[in-house]
């Protein structure tokens, strides 16, 4: 059960969002789930990402739900004027085009701020202050450039992740920018401009590798050919042609592997009773435990794995996450896609005194929210028949 509206962590907290893709939305979906208002300033005719093809055709039903949206032409006079209007009632703006868009449209940090000084700006890009602040990133590009590619992919063939892990991150931080600032404000009654970053997450993510080669002084490998830290840490074929991840994380977890699965011989060997042995010993062993796994049934294996409290995990497919039991004991959030169909999809991973969150608002159509939020953010009837005139604002 979800928390009402009003008993939301953010209630009452005022956003606009000028955002595409993925990293700027999501800082708006986790504004947004937490209970605050976000309202998504999208281009007339909508949000392009909405018709994104492929590997993007989830990106706007993933990241934008609990928003109101509103439709702007933000380079001309009166949508300007609306937006600015918008943005001196906010508590905070999110955007993330490229550098220098937003002040180009009279909408960057120092422009609102004069108006609205109590304003947190948060701005998504490519990277932080330096020589490359002024280039456009990616979340594929920075994850080439920052080591995660070559970190995930094999020798000599670097490979992005498989989500947008970058886009997701970055966004997280920025949410993480956001409620420290709006802590500040609350002692100073302040705002101010706050930035996250692509290439500067991905050097974070990666940034335990970096540590690795200053402790070991040795180059890296991908971790498709690394040395693990465990011995027993590995994808294991079972006897009906699926297969199976376990993992063995220490010295009591290796004893009861060893009893679980009858491993006497294992057991009794001294020379592999501390981790460090039984990873400099595991080209050795780590076979007779393939063959005994090669002759187990996946779902056996997984039911005397789970009765000794031994880490393991299925190979899952994204799909296979819509019927898992553990998503769907209230992991998941219902929402109508543009065709019309229902299907359900991630929420955020938190709880609150136990409970969720929820959906409060499904995804907008473009535009859909214009005039209830012009009427609740302060503009009056005249106003609002003045922009329905200039076609600013949608009969």
Same mark, same amino acid.
């Given at each position: 059960?979800?928390?009402?509206?009003?008993?939301?962590?953010?209630?009452?907290?005022?956003?606009?969002?000028?955002?595409?893709?993925?990293?700027?939305?999501?800082?708006?979906?986790?504004?947004?789930?937490?209970?605050?208002?976000?309202?998504?300033?999208?281009?007339?005719?909508?949000?392009?990402?909405?018709?994104?093809?492929?590997?993007?055709?989830?990106?706007?039903?993933?990241?934008?739900?609990?928003?109101?949206?509103?439709?702007?032409?933000?380079?001309?006079?009166?949508?300007?004027?609306?937006?600015?209007?918008?943005?001196?009632?906010?508590?905070?703006?999110?955007?993330?085009?490229?550098?220098?868009?937003?002040?180009?449209?009279?909408?960057?940090?120092?422009?609102?701020?004069?108006?609205?000084?109590?304003?947190?700006?948060?701005s998504l890009k490519g990277f932080l202050a330096g020589p490359y602040q002024h280039r456009t990133a990616l979340d594929e590009l920075t994850q080439m450039m920052g080591?995660?590619?070559?970190?995930?992919?094999?020798?000599?063939?670097?490979?992005?992740?498989?989500?947008?892990?970058?886009?997701?991150?970055?966004?997280?931080?920025?949410?993480?920018?956001?409620?420290?600032?709006?802590?500040?404000?609350?002692?100073?009654?302040?705002?101010?401009?706050?930035?996250?970053?692509?290439?500067?997450?991905?050097?974070?993510?990666?940034?335990?590798?970096?540590?690795?080669?200053?402790?070991?002084?040795?180059?890296?490998?991908?971790?498709?050919?690394?040395?693990?830290?465990?011995?027993?840490?590995?994808?294991?074929?079972?006897?009906?042609?699926?297969?199976?991840?376990?993992?063995?994380? $220490?010295?009591? +977890?290796?004893?009861?592997?060893? !009893?679980? %699965?009858?491993?006497?011989?294992? /057991?009794?060997?001294? @020379? =592999?009773? $501390?981790?460090? +042995?039984?990873?400099?010993?595991? !080209?050795? %062993?780590?076979?007779?435990?393939? /063959?005994?796994?090669? @002759? =187990?049934?996946?779902?056996?294996?997984?039911?005397?794995?789970?009765?000794?409290?031994?880490?393991?995990?299925?190979?899952?497919?994204?799909?296979?996450?819509?019927?898992?039991?553990?998503?769907?004991?209230?992991?998941?959030?219902?929402?109508?896609?543009?065709?019309?169909?229902?299907?359900?999809?991630?929420?955020?991973?938190?709880?609150?005194?136990?409970?969720?969150?929820?959906?409060?608002?499904?995804?907008?159509?473009?535009?859909?929210?214009?005039?209830?939020?012009?009427?609740?953010?302060?503009?009056?009837?005249?106003?609002?028949?003045?922009l329905r005139a200039e076609g600013i604002l949608p009969d």
């Amino acid at each position: 059960m979800s928390p009402s509206e009003t008993e939301l962590p953010l209630s009452g907290i005022r956003v606009v969002e000028f955002t595409h893709m993925v990293m700027g939305p999501v800082v708006g979906l986790i504004l947004a789930d937490l209970g605050a208002e976000v309202v998504k300033v999208e281009p007339p005719g909508g949000d392009k990402t909405r018709k994104l093809p492929g590997s993007g055709a989830g990106y706007f039903p993933m990241y934008n739900r609990n928003k109101r949206s509103m439709c702007l032409d933000t380079r001309s006079p009166a949508g300007r004027e609306v937006a600015l209007r918008m943005c001196a009632r906010a508590d905070i703006v999110i955007e993330n085009f490229r550098p220098g868009a937003m002040d180009e449209r009279g909408l960057g940090y120092d422009q609102l701020a004069a108006e609205n000084p109590g304003l947190i700006y948060c701005s998504l890009k490519g990277f932080l202050a330096g020589p490359y602040q002024h280039r456009t990133a990616l979340d594929e590009l920075t994850q080439m450039m920052g080591g995660l590619a070559f970190m995930t992919g094999q020798p000599g063939k670097p490979m992005r992740a498989g989500a947008s892990v970058i886009d997701v991150s970055g966004g997280m931080f920025g949410v993480i920018a956001i409620l420290a600032a709006l802590e500040q404000r609350r002692r100073s009654g302040t705002g101010q401009y706050v930035q996250s970053s692509l290439f500067e997450t991905t050097s974070f993510l990666v940034g335990q590798h970096m540590a690795q080669h200053a402790v070991s002084g040795k180059a890296l490998q991908p971790m498709s050919v690394r040395t693990s830290a465990w011995a027993v840490y590995d994808i294991f074929e079972t006897a009906d042609d699926q297969q199976l991840f376990v993992a063995v994380v $220490s010295d009591t +977890q290796w004893r009861q592997f060893c !009893d679980a %699965f009858d491993f006497a011989e294992l /057991a009794a060997d001294r @020379g =592999l009773d $501390s981790n460090s +042995q039984r990873v400099a010993r595991r !080209d050795e %062993f780590l076979p007779v435990i393939r /063959a005994r796994f090669a @002759g =187990l049934h996946k779902q056996a294996l997984m039911d005397a794995l789970e009765h000794t409290g031994l880490p393991f995990a299925p190979i899952a497919r994204p799909e296979d996450l819509f019927e898992d039991p553990q998503l769907n004991a209230g992991g998941l959030v219902e929402v109508t896609l543009a065709d019309g169909r229902v299907t359900k999809l991630p929420a955020l991973p938190m709880a609150f005194g136990g409970q969720r969150m929820g959906l409060r608002r499904d995804l907008p159509q473009p535009g859909q929210d214009m005039a209830k939020v012009m009427q609740d953010w302060g503009f009056d009837g005249d106003e609002l028949s003045a922009l329905r005139a200039e076609g600013i604002l949608p009969d």
